[in-house]
Structures are given as structure tokens and as C-alpha cells.
């Protein structure tokens, strides 16, 4: 699978958007992107996915760059309960089981 | 909203016992997965399961592992021996099938520890 690069961590004030970026340099024709948090003591729950355009869900909307080399999850009011680990996370076309791989992710704290 | 329970929250064992993790997968769901998390570390993959059968497995998911889907509410996951190094929350995840579905719905968790 693709590696992705994510900051280790980032910072945002409540209320404020924000933009979590990851790095996709490697990414081939038929990998979709997706986006998966982690809230403390709690297992990943999805938050977008995309292949070519941007997408917007009620959650979160996601914009991938033109080369797709890169995206961007955007969260347009961080709240406290967005805080969490968030993963970008690249799978090949949706077919059979397709495990997902995470990495290390980014941490998001969220300031009052 | 449906989701994915999972069953005990917590487990303490003595290493060498046998333990077997419970899930209860989303009721229109085909696709079941196992995985684990060892503290302050990331999520990895153990297993998925499909059909009856085990689609794809991890190095981690080695003969001391073993899945079932006993009846047609649950998916086990059983570690026959024990050891210290299993000490880790185990996430059980569920997704329908259907052409372009491909959201996984993670369960709660289940704290194993080994003594």
C-alpha cells in the first residue's frame, strides 16, 4: 500500500476550522483516500473518503489535491469532541475485505 | 443507529490461558475484522473474515489465533495461549459489502491484559 505522511500533532481553538493535512506521494491511479479518528479510549470511526474530487460529508469535507499527491480533511468548527488521532489512510479500489493500515496519525487538540 | 458491541470491555488472564474476545458485527454486515492495539502504539491489522472464511491475515495473526462466526450474530476471536506480549485493545470492525461500501464500523474495544 501507499505511504502517507501525517504531522505528528496540531493544534486548533475551539470553534476555529480546521485543516489536517496528509501526504501522498506514492499514490497509484485506483487508491482511494480515506479518513478515519480515534477519540480517546474509543475504537476508529470514519470520517470521509475520496478519490479524485472533494467531498463533503456532515462530519467533515475532504480536498484532494489536483495530482492527488496530497489532501486535506478540513473540520470547519472544531469542537472539543473533535479531538482526537485522526488517519489518512489510502486503499485501492473498493473490492473484497480491504484491511485498513493505519500509521501513526495526527493528534488534534482542541483548545477552549 | 446500529453498531458494533463488543463483549467483555475489560479482561485480565494469566499468561498461557486461553481467552476468546466477542463481538457482535452490525446484522446486515459480510465482512468482519479483528484488530489490535498495543498501548500508546497504532492500530493493526489482525484479520478479516468473509463468507464464512478468513479473507486475509496479518504476520501477527499467527496459529495462536483463531476467529469464528459460531452463529449468525457473532465473531470470536480466540487466543489459545497467552502470552504477556498479547496485552493490547482488541477492535473488532464490520462492513456491508455492497459495491463502493467501504466503511468499516469499529466496536468499542475489548482491554486485554496478561499477567
Known amino acids: 500500500d501507499a505511504k502517507t505522511t501525517q504531522p505528528n500533532s496540531m493544534e486548533s481553538n475551539e470553534e476555529e476550522p480546521v485543516h489536517l493535512p496528509c501526504n501522498h506521494s506514492t499514490i497509484s491511479g485506483t487508491d482511494y483516500i480515506h479518513w478515519y479518528r480515534q477519540l480517546p479510549s474509543q475504537g476508529p470511526e470514519y470520517v470521509i473518503h475520496g478519490l479524485t474530487s472533494n467531498v463533503n460529508n456532515r462530519m467533515a469535507s475532504l480536498a484532494i489535491a489536483e495530482d492527488r499527491k496530497s489532501s486535506t480533511l478540513i473540520l470547519h468548527r472544531a469542537t472539543l469532541r473533535d479531538a482526537a488521532v485522526y488517519y489518512c489512510i489510502l486503499r485501492d479500489r473498493p473490492t473484497g475485505a480491504n484491511n485498513l493500515f493505519f500509521g501513526t496519525g495526527t493528534r488534534l487538540t482542541v483548545i477552549p | 443507529e446500529p453498531e458494533v458491541t463488543q463483549t467483555p470491555s475489560h479482561q485480565v488472564t494469566q499468561m498461557g490461558q486461553e481467552v476468546i474476545l466477542r463481538c457482535v458485527p452490525i446484522s446486515n454486515h459480510l465482512y468482519f475484522y479483528w484488530y489490535r492495539q498495543i498501548l500508546g502504539q497504532k492500530v493493526e491489522f489482525l484479520v478479516s473474515f468473509y463468507n464464512n472464511e478468513i479473507s486475509e491475515k496479518s504476520e501477527i495473526f499467527d496459529d495462536q489465533f483463531s476467529v469464528e462466526r459460531p452463529d449468525g450474530s457473532n465473531f470470536t476471536l480466540k487466543i489459545r495461549s497467552t502470552k504477556l506480549e498479547d496485552s493490547a485493545m482488541y477492535f473488532c470492525?464490520?462492513?456491508?459489502?455492497?459495491?463502493?461500501?467501504?466503511?468499516?464500523?469499529f466496536g468499542p474495544g475489548t482491554r486485554l491484559l496478561v499477567l
Open positions: 470492525a464490520s462492513k456491508t459489502g455492497g459495491a463502493g461500501q467501504e466503511t468499516q464500523y
